[in-house]
């Protein structure tokens, strides 16, 4: 079956904009959640959204938010960019809980 | 908070040698742990996955085995190929009931022919 897609691979933003970014789950599955990856910090936990309902939040600042959709569908928005939010933004999906995820190919976001 | 630890931090080995990835977490009030795979600028490829209540799991030439009361996992690639070559991470799932998975920095290993 198919896998966690993400679209668009990458993007190129300069500083002050804001982007939307797209996960679609595996089929069946209810709960996305997403993830910034920086060779810093490493993987870091934004949001996990299940059944059109945000369960959980990293500690992250208010520019970043999400949102799913009745069809599982995910976006996360990331306004006002700056130079820092470059980086490899990941979901994973999951029948929910604490069960195996699948991650998706992640978008390569980089902030000019 | 949770802490996830990976040693070593990057490793090189010559192909055919068995190796042992480690993994370490500060709460051992974890639900499972998950074994990924991820390839340079790419996602991660869920490699294996152990319930807290199991002590190992193996898949082809891999087995992981977990020691959930010294917060304890290790990752042994028996018989290592260059295709094995990547950065592999070990992330753990606490009790809460969320999906949320803490990861460690991981191990990038290279093999050699």
């Known amino acids: 079956k198919a896998g966690v897609t993400q679209t668009p691979r990458y993007l190129i933003k300069t500083r002050g904009q804001q982007v939307t970014l797209s996960c679609s789950p595996i089929?069946?599955?209810?709960?996305v959640s997403w993830y910034q990856q920086t060779p810093g910090q490493g993987l870091q936990f934004l949001f996990e959204y299940f059944s059109e309902t945000q369960r959980n939040k990293g500690n992250f600042p208010g520019r970043f938010s999400g949102r799913q959709f009745s069809n599982s569908r995910s976006e996360m928005n990331v306004s006002t960019l700056e130079l820092g939010d470059s980086a490899l933004y990941l979901c994973?999906?999951?029948?929910?809980?604490?069960?195996?995820?699948?991650f998706g190919p992640g978008t390569r976001l980089t902030v000019l | 908070k949770q802490e996830v630890t990976q040693i070593p931090a990057a490793l090189s080995v010559p192909e055919g040698e068995n190796l042992v990835l480690n993994c370490s977490f500060t709460d051992s009030a974890i639900y499972n742990l998950q074994w990924f795979r991820q390839d340079p600028g790419k996602g991660l490829t869920s490699l294996l996955l152990?319930?807290?209540?199991?002590r190992e799991q193996t898949s082809g030439r891999l087995n992981a085995s977990l020691d959930k009361s010294s917060g304890r996992s290790t990752l042994y690639i028996a018989a290592s190929q260059p295709g094995d070559s990547a950065t592999y991470l070990c992330a753990v799932a606490d009790n809460s009931g969320y999906s949320t998975l803490t990861f460690g920095k991981g191990t990038m290993l290279l093999v050699s022919p």
């Open positions: 994973a999906s999951s029948f929910g809980g604490p069960n195996e995820q699948f």
């Open positions: 152990i319930q807290s209540s199991q």
């Open positions: 089929s069946g599955h209810r709960s």
